[in-house]
């Protein structure tokens, strides 16, 4: 092969094959230089070099045939390996050893490999990079170089730069040199850089100079794959996004994927680039996503026209997320990045992030625009740091980048925020001076300052100004309008709103609120009602509180039937609206319809103090109140124990009209601030006046003695009730059973219901709950199965609690069978047992020792979803302790601790009960260091248990031990002192017997004679 016959392979020959050659008969002379072209080498821009021929050739390229470089290298490496023997020599640059690696690298370094006028032109053009952009010339950097380095030499050179303004600098000046030929090679050195640093504009404004030089992209440039195609792609779309056709990248992107052409880094950054400017913002993420998956790591362009779209479509966690990965990736962000984030924080008002980004930017030396000043001083404005953003701003104009009307603003609304508003005249002014152009924004701003000067006439002329650039704002009218009403132009300020109807603004909250004043001011009903039907029908207000409280209050008890699915339903209404409407009604002299609004503020507003303030209104104005009202007002404030104020609204009006109602209110009011006396001593004042209070207000009065352990003043009251037979329904009569059974009078409770029967009054499923209880408790059981009875065969819808009081009382007479038999009638019709159901029934069990069935039933409440507690456990330890299956009454105690349920003394107490009376005194004593262990402290019925133990099994030595640990926490416990009488007495310590039993007569306790030691020692 003629290619293999060059001064690249280092002389290196191959083995000889058999085939004879002839021998020319004169010798020729073979001299080798070592500065003979190298033909696979970079070309030095020399067009007279000869070329290597081809046995076939081809078209010739415009990077200097550097594919033909490529494939030979390729064949000759082939061949070498082909040739391996015994006479192969192998090519220096394999036959170097470590040692020769490292003088190799160190020669490189010193300019042995490349030439030291080379390694002298790279440290010149890298510390360029220590001098700010624009502060040299690299045609007088390069001045001396001039000539002396070729082509090969300044693609060194280029190629060893590290910052992307050396690149386009020298690459620049590169351009201008004689030697310097257009070639694939050197562009793509170029645009590999700017790939690495992202600058993705700078990249595709040279790969379309590539283009235009006739430098066809090879497999380098545009990456691997189909190698034409992608070529051809790369061009169009880099093209096409050139001239900002974002469309058509888009559409070639997708020709792309049908043909299967792999894309690069390169052509993923362009296209999620025209995506983003697209505004489809998922087809952006989703290219984002699969090129992460082919392994090719983004750019920060990239990663910043996605946060930056993700800021703008309100994605902002998607936002975060992406800044995180990032600078996972070890990507320093721009300042285009930066004011993205920034603007995130500031709409978040997350602004100790924000301040910590500006302290990231100062560590990474990210220079800060324009618009990172403008968010800086925004952010300040709303910290209220006013001085930190005017020293930004100032700083901003040192700077000289002061030159957007937007910064102008944030700070002339910063100084407007902080109420200076000369400061923020000021700053306008400025940039008036600059001949910066007065956008609709700047008039708003500028409008905001002479109202807040109360400059009519400038404020007049500017908004005049502003209505020429299109319909002023709602903001504006708000603010031109509020000018009107603070100086009391209120013909102007009817007059403004005339106008801005008729001009068809559109309204907002603040400037609705702020007509709605002016109408209720003005009394203007009938304009105001207009306006409030628009705006309460208006689809973009129906979730807006203010508005549809107004709409609400002046229409929902009016039954309109064409508004009937219009009132929007919402938790509270607007206190300020309804005031607003109570101000409009009473201008216009409408005094039943305040009423209305005052029952509205009170019962879904909850508003007592303005409804206090707006009663006093109408009560100057002659307004006769309804007691409804007023007895509303007394409760509200008896729900926030605000006693006082419904004491002075009750004495207010109850001297004028005492109505059933008002002293019922008042009633209710003292039970629940905590003062039954107080509500007897009313009730009594009301009786002795003459006026019978009602079955309500007896209710009230007994349940409030009854609750407090006042049982003889209730009792009085309901014997007077009966006596005076007075007219009660079934409330007052379950009120007074209640009362009694609570009190014990079991007796008098019966007659109670006795007497309800003979009223005919209709008893309920809670007469007859609390009758069974009654005679539960009285042991009457028969009559207490009767009242159940009765009460199922009038039809009544029996619940849980009616049968579960009997079942408990079953279960207390020990009568397990039939308690079994009625829960298992309760699930039988339907009605699912809660906690407190299951406690009773395994309690039932536990009574009986049926531990089998209590195990079932503890399993069944599992599965039925209910989570034992305490008490559950403690009835399965109970049951377990009287089977005398005393292993599982521990396993229960150890179970209940795994589950987070922490023992009492109770649980200890039963198994250590058990173990004491079966005389296994160890383990008792085990139970009771168990209780210590846990954390508890022992009570007097655990010492109690443990002493016994002692002494009917006559542990005597055990037992005065015992005593005298705990002696003191046991100071009055008869039981325990006189067991140590006994104890101290039997073995003849009759001094600390007469001790024990002198502290009990001072304490005035009796001592036990009849206890005896060892009882049941056998």
């Known amino acids: 092969m003629e290619s293999l016959k060059s001064s690249f392979l280092y002389n290196t020959p191959l083995i000889h094959s058999h085939s004879h050659f002839k021998r020319s008969t004169k010798p020729r002379i073979v001299i080798h230089s070592s500065v003979t072209p190298d033909p696979w080498s970079l070309s030095d821009g020399n067009p007279n070099r000869p070329k290597p021929k081809f046995k076939n050739p081809k078209n010739p390229l415009s990077d200097d045939n550097a594919r033909r470089i490529i494939k030979a290298k390729a064949r000759y490496l082939s061949a070498l390996r082909r040739n391996q023997g015994p006479q192969a020599q192998t090519p220096k640059w394999i036959k170097r050893t ?311 603003l944030a700070m002339a609304q910063v100084h407007l925020k902080s109420g200076d508003f000369v400061k923020a005249l000021e700053v306008i002014e400025l940039m008036k001076s600059r001949n910066i152009w007065f956008s609709r924004f700047a008039y708003i701003v500028l409008l905001q300052c002479y109202v807040m000067k109360q400059d009519l006439s400038s404020a007049e002329v500017t908004f005049q100004a502003l209505s020429k650039t299109g319909l002023p704002d709602a903001g504006s009218c708000n603010d031109m309008l509020n000018l009107f009403v603070g100086m009391d132009l209120m013909e102007k300020a009817k007059g403004f709103i005339y106008q801005i109807i008729k001009d068809q603004i559109e309204f907002d909250e603040e400037l609705f609120r702020t007509v709605i004043r002016v109408y209720c ?75 209305n609004i005052l029952a509205m503020l009170i019962e879904n507003a909850g508003d007592a103090f303005q409804a206090k303030i707006l009663i006093d209104q109408l009560i100057k104005l002659d307004c006769k109140l309804d007691d409804t009202l007023v007895a509303s007002l007394i409760s509200f404030y008896a729900k926030q124990h605000r006693l006082q104020e419904a004491q002075e609204v009750f004495f207010e009006f109850s001297d004028s009209s005492a109505t059933e109602k008002l002293f019922n209110s008042m009633l209710d009011a003292y039970v629940k601030c905590g003062k039954p006396e107080e509500a007897y001593s009313l009730y009594k004042q009301v009786t002795e006046r003459g006026h019978g209070p009602g079955a309500v207000a007896i209710s009230i009065v007994v349940n409030a003695l009854a609750n407090s352990g006042n ?40 007659r109670i219901y006795e007497h309800m029967l003979s009223q005919g009054v ?154 004491a009376k079966a005389g296994l005194i160890g383990e008792a004593e085990r139970v009771y260091e168990e209780l210590v262990a846990a954390g508890l402290y022992p009570d007097v019925a655990c010492n109690q248990t443990l002493l016994r133990g002692y002494m009917d099994y006559g542990r005597v030595e055990e037992g005065i031990n015992f005593f005298e640990q705990i002696s003191e926490s046991v100071e009055g416990d008869r039981f325990i002192k006189s067991a140590a009488v006994h104890f101290y007495r039997s073995t003849g310590k009759e001094v600390e017997a007469i001790n024990v039993l002198d502290s009990m007569s001072r304490l005035g306790i009796p001592f036990l004679e009849n206890l005896k030691i060892g009882s049941k020692q056998t």
């Open 98 to 408: 470590p040692e020769q690696m490292v003088r190799y690298l160190q020669d490189d370094r010193h300019g042995h490999l490349y030439g030291s006028h080379v390694v002298a032109a790279i440290r010149i053009v890298r510390a360029l990079a220590r001098k700010p952009d624009g502060d040299y010339d690299m045609r007088a950097v390069m001045a001396s170089f001039v000539g002396k380095l070729s082509f090969r030499d300044m693609c060194v050179v280029l190629k060893e730069q590290k910052g992307w303004r050396q690149v386009r600098d020298f690459f620049s000046w590169m351009k201008l040199q004689l030697s310097y030929r257009p070639s694939v090679i050197v562009y793509t050195i170029v645009l590999r850089l700017y790939g690495q640093v992202g600058k993705i504009k700078l990249a595709e404004h040279t790969f379309l100079e590539m283009l235009e030089a006739g430098c066809e992209p090879d497999e380098v440039a545009c990456g691997k794959g189909n190698n034409t195609l992608s070529c051809s792609f790369q061009f169009h779309v880099v093209l096409a996004a050139e001239k900002s056709l974002h469309g058509k990248v888009i559409e070639m992107w997708s020709q792309m994927v049908k043909q299967g052409v792999v894309p690069n880094n390169f052509t993923y950054t362009i296209v999620i680039g025209s995506l983003a400017k697209e505004g489809l913002y998922e087809e952006a993420l989703k290219n984002f996503d699969e090129m992460k998956n082919a392994g090719l790591i983004p750019e920060e362009v990239t990663y910043s026209l996605l946060i930056s779209l993700s800021v703008k479509s309100g994605n902002w966690d998607e936002a975060l997320r992406l800044y995180d990965d990032m600078r996972a990736t070890g990507l320093v962000p721009s300042n285009y990045t930066c004011a993205s984030l920034l603007t995130l924080y500031y709409k978040t008002g997350d602004f100790s992030k924000a301040l910590s980004l500006f302290s990231e930017m100062e560590r990474n030396k990210i220079a800060a625009d324009e618009v990172i000043y403008g968010l800086l001083i925004r952010i300040y404005g709303k910290l209220g740091l006013y001085e930190d953003a005017q020293k930004a701003f100032e700083e901003t104009k040192q700077l000289g980048i002061l030159t957007d009307e937007k910064t102008y």
């Open 762 to 915: 209709a008893p309920s499923i809670q007469t007859y709950n609390t009758m069974i209880s009654v005679y539960g408790r009285g042991r009457k059981l028969d009559r207490a199965v009767e009242i159940f009875n009765a009460a199922r065969s009038l039809g009544l819808p029996l619940d849980e609690k009616a049968y579960m009081n009997l079942i408990s009382f079953y279960g207390k007479a020990g009568k397990r069978h039939e308690a079994s038999l009625l829960f298992t009638e309760m699930l039988e019709k339907g009605i699912k047992p809660g906690m407190v159901s299951y406690n009773i029934m395994i309690n039932v069990y536990a009574a009986g020792g049926l531990y089998q069935e209590a195990e079932e039933l503890f399993k069944a409440m599992q599965r039925d979803g209910r989570s034992p507690d305490s008490f559950t456990y403690l009835s399965l330890v109970r049951v377990y302790t009287e089977s005398l299956k005393y292993t599982k009454a521990e396993e229960t105690i150890n179970f209940m601790k795994k589950n987070g349920i922490y023992p009492s003394c109770a649980h200890f107490n039963l198994l250590l009960s058990a173990f």
């Open 521 to 595: 001011k003005e009394g203007m009903i009938r304009d105001a009602e207009q306006l409030i039907k628009y705006m309460g029908t208006n689809v973009l207000f129906r979730n807006n509180r203010f508005i549809q409280t107004i709409f609400w209050a002046m229409h929902k008890h009016r039954g309109v039937e064409q508004l009937e699915g219009k009132l929007v339903a919402f938790d509270q209404p607007d206190t300020l609206a309804l005031r607003l409407v109570f101000s409009l009604y009473t201008a216009g002299g409408n005094f039943n319809e305040t009423e």
């Open 711 to 750: 049982y003889r003043e209730a009792e009085n009251v309901i014997r007077k009730s009966l006596e005076d037979s007075l007219e009660l329904d079934t409330v007052a009569y379950n009120t007074f059973i209640k009362a009694m059974l609570n009190a014990g009078k079991l007796h008098f409770a019966t």
